[in-house]
């Protein structure tokens, strides 16, 4: 108690006289926690409960559901200092964590900013699909989430059955082969209109925006979009410019929305390209060549209805 005291911010002299014990014993176990954790104390004291009761371990384990994520010594100062228990074995800590749902795991990073503007993103493309809603289910207005894929002969590397004495290999003679897709999926249709292209830039980029007007004929184009160079270009800035010249906003024949910087989740085409990515690792070793593979990745989007629950992140259409 006089450490948890001392790390509370109370003076010496104030601890000195709540718990009845001499300044020295408070800087012995100040001192031996420094240098030894949790140990220290244990050495300092062999008195101590080694397992908690019920009430206590329930109690625990409710505490446990307040954070995210923990650090080892937290939970073995909250035993020590509340319930006056020390464990022998950090096994019994992690036996805890373990009954609260709680593993080790890596962290990943996460952008807080990117949230924020994801969220304000998010509302702002909702009220705009809300006050479109008549045209868009007219089909005077057509929404288009689109983005850019680049297939590559190792992402048919996957996990088969094999046996335990032997490596399983997959004939890759060049595993950077590339191909590149345009993809748009239709937000009412739930359909992916794809167009292959060597590489992603403003010059292919306006070919695929062509491409979208040619298969919406008499329909404007809603198009949502990630912020990519090659989307915010002089040059796609001009051909948009040429196509909607003279027309008042709310008649042009191609408006696009760029998503959240950093938040690939705003894009639900994301779910798109990893259904048949999945589906080729699943038979990877039934695929012979990367011209196979294209072949399959390119049926299997051609005819598919996506239908996943993120495609009504911004509103239900029908």
Partial sequence: MALKLVYQSYKYEEIQTILDISVGSITTWKQAYEKDGILGLRLKHKGRKSHLNTR??????????????????ELEYKLAFEYDVLYESK??????????????????????????????????????????????????????????????????????????????SIPISKERDKQTYYGAVDYLGKNLLLKTYDTANSKNTIDYLSYLLEESPNQQLLIFWDGASYHRSKEIQNFLASINQ????????????????????QNPIEDVWLQPKAWLRRFCALIPTFSHLKWIF?????????????????????
């Avoid at 371990?57 to 010594?73: H, I």
């Avoid at 191609?254 to 950093?262: D, L, S």
């Fill in 56 to 73: 206590q371990r329930e109690e625990v384990l409710a505490w446990l559901q307040t954070k995210e994520c923990w650090e080892l010594g």
């Fill in 246 to 265: 003279g027309l008042p906003l709310e008649q042009w024949k191609i408006y696009c929305v760029r998503f959240a910087p950093n938040c690939p989740s």
């Fill in 91 to 168: 096994r019994s800590y992690y036996d805890l964590f373990d009954a609260a749902g709680i593993s080790w795991k890596k962290t990943s990073s996460a952008n807080p900013k990117a949230n924020e503007e994801a969220v304000a993103a998010k509302k702002e493309i909702s009220s705009l699909l809300a006050s479109r809603r008549e045209d868009i289910e007219a089909g005077l207005l057509r929404v288009l989430l689109l983005d850019e894929y680049h297939l590559l002969w190792g992402d048919s590397i996957g996990y088969v059955w094999g046996r335990t004495d032997q490596e399983i």
């Fill in 298 to 318: 390119e049926w299997l989007i051609q005819n598919t209805t996506f239908d996943f629950p993120s495609l009504q992140m911004y509103g239900a259409f029908s």
